[in-house]
């Protein structure tokens, strides 16, 4: 809706007691953009000490997603809260290290720019996109990434685990970017943890965009994967991951995450008591169903008036069973009701930021919540 729909990852794992096969099952989508060439790589290799197949990402040589003869592993982007920025201006000039650095630019003349760096990060607010760092303090980008951290050899002991504590411990060494990670192994364990590297900050949500110095003590230690939430063999069954609000954590994780739905949804079709087998997780994958949009949906109808209520369109509205269907009428019905009313009570400024956060869309109804019903 208006540039809010965002992709998002999703996977899970179904115990062995919940399967038709009586062995665990993992499925999964990275939700990626297809692109050319392509962003994975379906690969298997084989040493003396690993025999691994599965997804990679060309030119690293370890599998993100996959399987050994122990266990399987899948997973979703976490959206760790592992950047922040830093208000810089009272430091001494002395703590700003500068260097020029020549950009060659083709058909065109070389190019001379100046980047300036402090030991809270990067000055970023130098950047055309900060306005070239006129008109405010500066700003500098603290990142976890700027540490030394080596999540290749993590998803190599990841590749060559046999059991979820090596696995486990094999995730305390991925630092960026934060996974949600789902497992399953032969011996019919199942479970999820946080695999991230975080500074131990307090607990909220911090005062300001962007924050004082003084913040940057709690970057000096880290919360890894060992200390982070994480479950295995849970009653239900079964283990989930779809971008969703973590549990809670000695530090935060994060700001900003997907809307509940699509966990809830998956939650829902592997919450019965059937045993599932292949084609049962294929449709799983398969599901476009969007049952929160019904609410909304219902509300649009209500406010429609009298002329409004006749015609193709407040039909295929009315009639919509919450299904993103390819040839459903009703899914673009209210995609393009949504979309011009939202278009006329929300300034084009704040609709562009929502297309940046995973909870655009809610962030669009709240917005109708506060417009006169007249409107």
């Known amino acids: 809706v208006l540039g809010t729909g965002r992709s998002g990852s999703n996977a899970l794992a179904l115990a062995g007691r919940r399967s038709a096969t009586g062995q665990p099952w993992l499925a999964g989508d990275p939700h990626l953009s297809l692109s050319l060439p392509g962003l994975w790589l379906a690969a298997a290799y084989r040493s003396p000490s690993c025999h691994v197949a599965g997804l990679m990402i060309p030119g690293i040589p370890v599998m993100a997603i996959g399987r050994n003869r122990w266990i399987a592993w899948g997973g979703a982007n976490l959206h760790a809260a592992s950047s922040e920025l830093f208000d810089v201006g009272a430091l001494p000039p002395q703590q700003i290290e500068e260097r020029r650095v020549r950009l060659k630019v083709r058909w065109s003349r070389d190019r001379e720019i100046v980047l300036r760096n402090t030991r809270l990060g990067p000055i970023v607010s130098d950047a055309a996109l900060f306005g070239g760092g006129r008109g405010g303090p500066p700003i500098a980008l603290g990142w976890i ?38 497992y399953a192994d ?12 975080l500074p131990r900050r307090p607990p909220g949500p911090p005062a300001d965009l962007v924050s004082p110095p003084a ?11 060992a200390l982070l939430p994480a479950e295995s063999d849970p009653p239900g069954g079964f283990v989930v991951a779809a971008n969703e609000r973590p ?8 700001w900003f995450f997907a809307p509940e739905d699509r966990v809830r949804r998956l939650a829902w079709l592997l919450g019965n008591d059937a045993a ?12 476009v169903a969007a049952p929160a949009a019904l609410a909304l949906r219902d509300r649009l109808c209500a406010a429609a008036d009298g002329p409004a209520r006749s015609g193709a369109l407040f039909d295929a509205l009315l009639g919509w069973d919450g299904v993103y269907g390819a040839d459903s009428a009703g899914a673009l019905a209210f995609e393009l009701v949504l979309a011009r009313i939202a278009a006329a009570a929300i300034p084009p400024e704040r609709r562009a930021v929502y297309s940046a956060v995973w909870h655009g ?10 417009v006169a019903p007249q409107q």
């Open 145 to 182: 990434g700027h540490a030394p951290s080596d999540e290749i050899s993590a998803l190599l002991a990841i590749n060559r685990a046999r059991d979820w504590d090596s696995f486990r411990r094999a995730a305390d060494g991925i630092a960026v970017p934060g996974q949600i990670l789902v």
């Open 186 to 197: 032969a011996a019919g364990r199942i479970g999820r943890l946080i695999a991230a590297w």
């Open 215 to 225: 913040a940057a003590a709690a970057w000096t230690g880290r919360v890894g994967a």
């Open 247 to 254: 549990p809670p954590a000695p530090v935060p994780i994060g």
């Open 276 to 287: 599932l087998g292949f084609a049962e997780l294929a449709r799983v994958q398969r599901d």
């Open 361 to 370: 869309g809610r962030l669009v109804e709240t917005e109708l919540d506060a």
